[in-house]
């Protein structure tokens, strides 16, 4: 090992998988929660994506849908929590597969997880322009946003984007700050808008908003594609799930966080337990304040952008309105639910202000997390070197935070014209839950027999039952995801949008081309064995130089 009597537990554990102590070790149990938290933020996709919920199954997806989410998000965290207490190692899921199952797999996880981290940052900072354009300008100030073009969404998506690279630029100790902010933020706007979402429930009818109801199709705005239950079942848990994810950002900022092998685990599980508990109360008013919304409607008619035609075909539901009715809005259900309902009273525009913050703090997280991911991506070889170069002075890597930011940035340019969007924000969820569960079954098949280290943090009896788990709700998740977003048009024709299953194909097509042709022959991958041990000269060189010694 280096040569260092004042080394702490944490540095001696990052030696002994070969890697010099680079990064500043400032983050404890509530900053590792908290900057998972963050880019969970159920103010962001537990609100932009609720339309999906009701127009897939309804009020169930918001309610039952939910919880059964949140459970297996609980389960996919505790399995990865299990492994990263035994590798606590900045971009670990991918440190985590190439130990477990071996080089190829760890460069297909790195890749996956990486994707999956990319798609977010754009999807959530696209969601944060919807906000500020609906939610403040034409929601609170009243302004006409219809002549709001693609241009002026790159410009407000450029200007978030660096601010969120300058936060992370200057050190975990700031962007620790603010993600402490966040994790506040996020519970007492939540509690706030929970509360006036409540305040206008007209009928405490519990049946109603646990009702289940396929709503696919024209049904539900045209949001989901017209399938069976089954099938409805699987694209409406994108509702949970595109929403309580991110948390790998505890596992990614290890090498940041003190007593790691004892603390990584519990921020993951901690941010999607409050997660769920949190947003089950807020999907529940949200889907019982729904009706009031027809009462909104009736009385001030310019407070939604609704053709007269839906109008008229709200009124004349039969029975009068019942939640699962507002399926009939797609995609404009929570705006118009939050404008009618909630923007016009004082705290509801405060409401409005934190859900904004909150979306920005969601999207900074999320490029501390990717960057990270990068960062140690790069040191091993799967990327330029130059992206894991360490400033000196913030002790953060910039080079690899910026490149996250121009990627994130590009890939918005590119997907809106294309009506690409939707591929987006879908893949974000579904390729992280499969990079999630790439090392889960590895560690599956590994365990007891070369996998026989392990951390602080054990499912003892069980660790392979919740294995197993993950792995069926992975493949039900890419079931669901590919049939959410599907093909438009016909091959070919000017108007053909392809569908997720496209990207899917050519993302690993080239992956595998890649591997067998080139990377299979130079890619080293994590240092094992024989190979730790001679880097430990190197690690004490690196850790002087950036010492100032």
Not at 189 to 216: E, P, Y
Not at 412 to 423: C, E, G, S, W, Y
Not at 470 to 495: E, K, M, N, R, Y
């Amino acid at each position: 090992m280096a040569n260092n009597t004042n080394m702490s537990e944490d540095e001696k554990v990052l030696h002994g998988m070969g890697y010099a102590q680079e990064l500043s070790r400032r983050m404890g149990t509530f900053q590792s929660f908290a900057i998972s938290f963050s880019i969970i933020c159920i103010l962001s996709g537990g609100l932009a994506s609720f339309p999906i919920a009701l127009s897939t199954v309804g009020p169930w997806m918001a309610t039952i849908g939910w919880v059964l989410g949140g459970i297996f998000a609980l389960i996919v965290a505790a399995s990865m929590g299990q492994i990263a207490s035994s590798y606590p190692t900045a971009g670990g899921l991918y440190h985590w597969s190439s130990i477990l199952g071996g080089k190829f797999w760890g460069w297909l996880t790195a890749w996956t997880n990486l994707l999956g981290l990319l798609f977010v940052i754009p999807a959530v900072n696209v969601i944060l322009y919807g906000f500020i354009r609906d939610l403040f300008f034409s929601g609170i100030l009243h302004w006409d946003v219809s002549t709001w073009t693609n241009t002026t969404m790159y410009l407000w998506v450029a200007g978030i984007t660096a601010a969120q690279c300058l936060l992370n630029h200057f050190g975990i100790k700031l962007t620790t700050l603010l993600t402490d902010i966040s994790g506040y933020l996020i519970f007492v706007i939540t509690i706030l808008l929970v509360i006036l979402l409540f305040s206008h429930v007209q009928s405490f009818d519990l049946g109603k908003a646990f009702s289940f109801v396929n709503t696919t199709g024209d049904a539900g705005g045209g949001v989901a594609p017209a399938y069976g239950a089954v099938m409805a079942i699987l694209m409406g848990m994108l509702y949970p799930l595109f929403t309580i994810t991110g948390f790998d950002a505890s596992a990614h900022t290890s090498e940041e966080t003190r007593d790691a092998q004892n603390t990584v685990h519990k921020g993951m599980l901690q941010s999607v337990f409050w997660s769920l508990a949190f947003g089950f109360i807020l999907a529940l008013g949200m889907t019982m304040a729904l009706p009031a919304v027809y009462t909104a409607l009736a009385a001030d008619p310019a407070q939604t952008a609704l053709s007269k035609e839906v109008m008229a075909k709200l009124a004349a539901i039969p029975g009068g309105p019942a939640p699962a009715d507002m399926a009939v809005l797609g995609w404009s259900s929570f705006s118009v639910l939050f404008n009618t309902l909630i923007a016009p009273s004082f705290l509801g525009k405060i409401c409005a202000i934190g859900i904004i913050i909150a979306n920005f703090f969601c999207a900074l997280s999320a490029v501390t997390s990717t960057s990270r991911m990068i960062y140690a991506f790069a040191r091993d070889g799967g990327l330029p070197s130059m992206l894991a170069n360490v400033n000196a002075g913030y002790r953060t890597p910039v080079a690899a935070i910026w490149f996250t930011g121009i990627v994130s940035f590009i890939l918005v340019v590119i997907t809106t014209p294309l009506n690409a969007f939707a591929a987006l924000s879908t893949g974000c969820a579904m390729y992280l839950y499969m990079s999630y569960g790439m090392p889960v079954l590895s560690g599956l098949l590994a365990e007891g027999k070369t996998w026989t280290t392990f951390g602080k943090f054990r499912l003892g009896g069980l660790s392979k039952l919740f294995a197993v788990i993950v792995v069926l709700g992975v493949i039900g998740i890419i079931i669901g995801g590919h049939a959410f977003v599907p093909s438009v048009g016909d091959f070919g024709a000017a108007g053909f949008v392809p569908g997720l299953i496209y990207y899917t194909i050519g993302f690993y097509a080239i992956l595998i081309v890649l591997w067998f042709a080139v990377v299979g022959k130079t890619f080293k991958g994590p240092p094992m064995g024989a190979e730790i041990a001679k880097r430990q000269a190197a690690i004490a060189a690196q850790e002087r130089a950036l010492a100032g010694r």
